[in-house]
């Protein structure tokens, strides 16, 4: 056999025999083991990966566990100009569906149902400094709110998600989207 053969037949046995998730480790080097960052070790990391992440926020440790329990990271989620989450994904788990969204959605977009009882407020309240000070920042009526979840131990992911999803919303020439990200990683502050 080729070498060519058995490297599809390498791949097929391993997405036959593993979760997606396993793949998805290894090829985009996701850490499955992540460690407590300092706000110096994630703002060297934005800087070393060139991100363009400017301000980012992190959660309070009970937030971020109910958060980690229900979302895939990287993760976008979208709320319109009263809070409300817009239902843009076919699948809360896929990130494809986030592709060129910020960068297309319009004023007056009624493709997407709200989910009405989940607010931005209920997020927004529970923001901290990368340090762990606490944070209040106001439900604003910006056309759109894009809430961008992200984390070191993503790898490649970061990469090639985060930064398309800011230039996105900033170019978006027919929106008004302002930008929260939050970041996911073991916050050292929580110790303290």
Sequence with gaps: ?????????ALISILSFSSCKLFVRMAYGVDSTPNMKSKKDIEKYVDKKKLGITSQYTLSPNHYEQVMNK????????????????????????????????????????????IDSIHIDSTLKHLHTLDGTEVNIQNKNEDYTAV????????RLNKDNIPAWINDANNNEQSNIRIIIINMDLQEWWSK
């Design 71 to 114: 979302t895939s990271l990287p993760h976008l989620k979208l709320y319109n100009s009263d809070g409300y989450l817009l239902k843009y994904a076919s699948n809360k788990n896929c990130i494809a569906d986030a592709d060129g969204l910020l960068k297309r959605i319009s004023k007056s977009e009624t493709e997407f149902p709200t």
């Design 148 to 155: 961008i979840y992200w984390a070191t131990f993503l790898g």
């Design 1 to 9: 056999m080729n070498p060519r053969s058995l490297s599809l037949i």
